[in-house]
């Protein structure tokens, strides 16, 4: 069973960027998609992004799709060598408070059947 | 990419049996048999109750059931107790390694 740990809250003001990481342990990180999933308060939750992994390749290889309501804000990223996905969202605004998960998958077209604990991200002048 | 169609807030009685509607469109949920259903309540991350439209992972009780009929997807969830007093969502595969969730459905167990 793969479990998903991710960093903790942060306080960021409006402008900057907030890098959010989620560590993987279990499972053959290489193998499985993660994706990244937002709630902001008082509203459903919102699919911004993922990794889609690449198989049959001698090394690792991933791709990255991100929703078009992100396109160019969000930049994930992943480090093999940890296990770690990163979600890192520019030009924060007040708006993009909420809570930030990352969930695994086998690959993107299934189920997210691990989720990590949750990021809160508040942005404050 | 616009959220899936959800009713906002059902309220129903213990034993009673709920039936959550999820619209799309034929670019998602009509255009493959990939919705899942999560469970979220408020502080804990979401868990699945239902992907591909209708199959349950195991340990999911079969209280929890899924259909779909053209773009329309629903989770029906039986002879409910108040620990199933939650958030619902759905969520569909939209093509190109992307998914859409929709609204959320808050259900009240009376």
């Known amino acids: 069973q793969v479990q998903l740990v991710q960093s903790g809250t942060e306080v960021k003001k409006p402008g900057s960027s907030v890098k959010v990481s989620c560590k993987a342990s279990?499972?053959?990180?290489?193998?499985?998609?993660i994706s990244w999933v937002r709630q902001v308060p008082g509203q459903g939750l919102e699919w911004m992004g993922g990794?889609?992994?690449?198989?049959?390749?001698?090394?690792?290889?991933?791709?990255?799709q991100y929703s078009q309501h992100f396109q160019g804000r969000v930049t994930i990223s992943a480090d093999e060598s940890t296990s770690t996905a990163y979600m890192e969202l520019s030009s924060l605004r007040s708006d993009d408070t909420a809570m930030y998960y990352c969930?695994?998958?086998?690959?993107?077209?299934?189920?997210?059947?691990?989720w990590g604990q949750g990021t809160l991200i508040t942005v404050s002048s | 990419q616009s959220a899936l169609t959800q009713p906002a807030s059902l309220s129903r009685s213990p034993g009673q049996s709920i039936t959550i509607s999820c619209t799309g469109t034929?670019?998602?949920?009509?255009?493959?048999?990939?919705v899942s259903w999560y469970q979220h309540h408020p502080g804990k991350p979401p868990k699945v109750l239902i992907y591909?439209?209708?199959k349950r992972p195991s340990g999911v009780s079969n209280r929890f059931s899924g259909s779909k009929s053209g773009n329309t997807a629903s989770l029906t969830i039986s002879g409910l107790q108040a620990e199933d007093e939650a958030d619902y969502y759905c969520?569909?595969?939209?093509?190109?390694?992307?998914?859409?969730f929709g609204g959320g459905t808050k259900l009240t167990v009376l």
């Open positions: 591909e439209d209708n």
């Open positions: 969520c569909s595969y939209a093509g190109g390694s992307t998914l859409v």
């Open positions: 990794i889609i992994p690449v198989f049959h390749t001698p090394t690792y290889a991933q791709k990255f």
């Open positions: 034929s670019n998602d949920v009509g255009n493959y048999n990939l």
């Open positions: 279990g499972g053959t990180f290489r193998n499985y998609a």
């Open positions: 969930a695994k998958s086998a690959t993107m077209s299934e189920p997210l059947d691990s």
